[in-house]
């Protein structure tokens, strides 16, 4: 059975979409929903394009707010904003939680938001199978 983790990050727009993406196309054993503790409602345009080109992108991936899946049950939170770390809700269910911050490339040129791929690729996800024994 898989393992779920949600990556919460504070517009879910970008990064948060972003882990969730690259976890549900690499990571066997382990899948991703991605939510924002204020939601833009909207997923960043060239964050999508980024996934289009790494051929990752599903149409299911949207911003959603944290009320969408507070009941859901994890195994695994990871905040990847200050942010979110700050303002996380205590889940009704326990999990673990852990933080690793990656800067925003939001409003900046596609190479941050190449970067930031890759500095999610090389650091959370061999974090999360870590800790989840994947």
């Given at each position: 059975m898989d393992k779920k983790v949600l990556i919460l990050c504070t517009g879910n727009s970008c990064r948060s979409i972003i882990a969730e993406a690259l976890i549900n196309s690499i990571l066997d054993g382990a899948i991703a929903d991605s939510s924002g503790v204020k939601a833009s409602g909207k997923v960043n345009p060239k964050a999508k394009e980024l996934l289009i080109n790494k051929?990752?992108?599903?149409?299911?991936?949207h911003?959603?707010?944290i009320d969408k899946v507070i009941n859901n049950s994890y195994d695994l939170i990871v905040t990847?904003?200050?942010?979110?770390?700050?303002?996380?809700?205590?889940?009704?269910?326990?999990?673990?939680?852990?933080?690793?911050?990656?800067?925003?490339?939001?409003?900046?040129?596609?190479?941050?938001?190449?970067?930031?791929?890759?500095?999610i690729k090389n650091t959370l996800l061999p974090k999360v199978k870590q800790i989840l024994d994947l």
């Open positions: 051929n990752i992108w599903n149409e299911k991936y911003s959603k707010t990847v904003c200050d942010n979110a770390k700050e303002t996380c809700p205590i889940f009704p269910k326990a999990v673990k939680v852990v933080h690793i911050s990656f800067e925003d490339p939001d409003k900046k040129e596609f190479a941050a938001f190449l970067k930031c791929y890759e500095d």
